[in-house]
């Protein structure tokens, strides 16, 4: 699984790269903080496959980086993705590295 930390993320987001971010949160965690990712909850990722590309790089976050692995391990294995990339550290690091 590739994974990518957040002063990388940063960096590619700043550069306006070519990326999607998905956040699979709960609506409330996103509500209280996020960094402009498409919400598309852990329980609501598959019903939502086709906002979810497979031609261009996609970072998925959480708040810990652990929802967001299950989520590309799932899609990897049922589905054939190759392009997500897990933040790791999620939200929390997210919060931590920018305060």
């Given at each position: ?53 497979k031609h261009?790089?996609?970072?998925i976050y ?21 392009n997500l ?15």
């Open positions: 699984m590739q994974s990518i930390d957040v002063h990388t993320l940063k960096q590619k987001i700043s550069s306006q790269e070519d990326i999607l971010l998905i956040d699979v949160r709960e609506p409330r965690e996103h509500a209280s903080f996020n960094i402009g990712g498409l919400l598309l909850p852990m329980n609501s990722i598959l019903e939502n496959l086709h906002q979810v590309p261009k790089p996609v970072v959480c708040q810990k980086g652990i929802r967001s692995m299950i989520v590309i391990q799932r899609l990897e294995e049922k589905f054939g993705y190759s990339i897990n933040l790791a550290g999620g939200m929390s690091a997210w919060e931590k590295e920018h305060k």
